[in-house]
C-alpha cells in the first residue's frame, strides 16, 4: 500500500523561506511523477510543481515560479519542495502526490499525503 507523507510546514513571515518534504513508502517510484498541490482556505485545490521520473524534468505553476524549487533523492523516496521568498498568497496547505504520468491535474494522481500547512504572516 502506498503511503505519502509530508513534513516542513510551519508559521513563517513574508520573505522567509521552508523546505517541504514527502516521503513514499510502498512502493518504487524512481519513474513515477511527483507533485506538490495546495489548498487554501475557501479554495480549490491547485497544482504547484511536478518533478518527472527519470530526466523528465520538471513543471511550476506561474504563480510559484522562480521562487519554488522541487527536487527528488529517489534513494530515499522523498521529494522536496524549496519554498523561497515566501507571501502570504502562499498559506495553505501542502499535498505530495504521485502519478504515472507527468501533468498538472489532479485528477491523474493516484496517491496522496495528508498535507502539510504553510502559514505565511505579512
Known amino acids: 500500500q502506498v503511503q505519502l507523507a509530508e513534513s516542513g510546514g510551519g508559521l513563517v513571515q513574508a520573505g522567509d523561506s521552508l523546505r517541504l518534504s514527502c516521503v513514499a513508502r510502498?512502493?518504487?517510484?524512481?519513474?513515477?511523477?511527483m507533485a506538490w498541490f495546495r489548498q487554501a482556505p475557501g479554495k480549490d485545490r491547485e497544482f504547484v510543481a511536478v518533478i518527472g521520473g527519470g530526466n523528465i524534468g520538471t513543471l511550476y505553476a506561474d504563480s510559484v515560479k522562480g521562487r519554488f524549487t522541487i527536487s527528488r533523492d529517489n534513494a530515499k523516496n522523498t521529494v522536496y519542495l524549496q519554498m523561497n521568498s515566501l507571501k502570504p498568497d502562499d498559506t495553505a496547505t501542502y499535498y505530495c502526490?504521485?502519478?504515472?504520468?507527468?501533468?498538472?491535474?489532479?485528477?491523474?494522481?493516484?496517491?496522496w499525503g495528508r498535507g502539510t500547512r504553510v502559514t505565511v504572516s505579512s
Open positions: 502526490a504521485v502519478s504515472t504520468v507527468f501533468r498538472r491535474a489532479a485528477s491523474d494522481y493516484l496517491y
Open positions: 510502498g512502493g518504487t517510484f524512481s519513474s513515477a511523477s
